[in-house]
């Protein structure tokens, strides 16, 4: 797709449109395409780092190189078995946080600590 901006502006609401989801499930689906491409991105450079094929991988985990192509081209799911046995192949530990998106929330979880607090009697 060209990105450039035409004189009419076509190709700047193309864009937009890409990141504009019709359905709350295309969203999801949007979402969960990128959560899976994080963490194929990190099982790639650590791939890298230690000069491990996607077929080396694959033998070492025990399934197909072409489950795991599919994985990482987006065509198939990656669960968190396939990801448990990943970190003990290439001997890394994957963390998880989570962020709040919206101020609001940190006002919600940081009222609940005070409550659970004075609860408690701690200060």
Same mark, same amino acid.
């Given at each position: !797709?060209n990105?450039?901006?035409? &004189?009419?502006?076509?190709?700047?609401?193309?864009?937009?449109?890409?990141?504009?989801?019709? *359905?709350?499930?295309?969203?999801?689906?949007?979402?969960?395409? !990128?959560? !899976?491409?994080?963490?194929?991105?990190?099982?790639?450079?650590?791939?890298?780092?230690?000069?491990?094929?996607?077929?080396?991988?694959?033998?070492?985990? &025990? *399934?197909?190189a072409?489950?795991? *192509?599919?994985?990482?081209?987006?065509? =198939?799911?990656?669960?968190?078995?396939?990801? /448990?046995?990943?970190?003990? /192949?290439?001997?890394?530990?994957f963390?998880?946080q989570?962020?709040?998106k *919206?101020?609001?929330?940190?006002?919600?979880?940081?009222? &609940?600590?005070?409550?659970?607090? &004075?609860?408690?009697? =701690? =200060?």
């Open positions: !797709m990105t450039k901006l035409s &004189k009419d502006g076509k190709a700047v609401r193309k864009w937009d449109d890409i990141l504009n989801f019709s *359905t709350n499930e295309e969203k999801i689906k949007h979402e969960a395409q !990128m959560l !899976m491409f994080n963490f194929t991105s990190e099982i790639e450079k650590y791939q890298e780092l230690q000069g491990m094929t996607r077929k080396e991988l694959s033998e070492k985990i &025990k *399934t197909s072409s489950y795991i *192509t599919q994985v990482f081209r987006g065509d =198939k799911p990656l669960n968190f078995e396939t990801l /448990a046995k990943i970190q003990s /192949a290439l001997n890394i530990t963390h998880v989570a962020h709040p *919206t101020d609001e929330i940190i006002v919600v979880v940081e009222e &609940k600590i005070a409550t659970a607090k &004075k609860r408690s009697g =701690k =200060k």
